[in-house]
């Protein structure tokens, strides 16, 4: 993790210097997050830099935990339904793990 910490460092770098250049605060301040909705110090630390406190703070790691592990979710259920022909990139993939035939998701949405 201290390696991909690294790089993007030095992916941002000059990012943080031209805003400085234009005379605006930044910071580099890497978060992480895992694929399971771990929230790793880091994140807890960007929403403080933020502002963000007590409740509010615990709902903004909520929200971003939840939307992780949706995402991870989607990823590895589309990873394997790459040949599934009712399968369509950008469908909602429910919690349950099953992917409905597109046109059910379509004629779902109509009503």
């Avoid at 301040?29 to 929403?47: H, Q």
Wanted: glycine content about 8%; hydrophobic content about 35%.
């Amino acid at each position: 993790m201290e390696e991909a910490n690294e790089r993007k460092h030095a992916k941002y770098a000059d990012l943080v210097e031209e805003c400085h250049r234009w005379e605006w605060h930044a910071r580099y301040v890497p978060i992480e997050v895992g694929c399971r909705g771990f929230a790793a110090r880091s994140l807890c630390k960007a929403y403080s830099l933020l502002g963000s406190t007590g409740a509010h703070q615990r709902k903004a790691i909520k929200t971003t935990t939840e939307a992780a592990e949706k995402a991870s979710r989607w990823l590895w259920i589309a990873k394997g339904t790459q040949g599934d022909a009712n399968f369509r990139v950008g469908q909602q993939i429910p919690a349950s793990g099953m992917v409905r035939p597109f046109s059910q998701v379509v004629n779902s949405r109509v009503k």
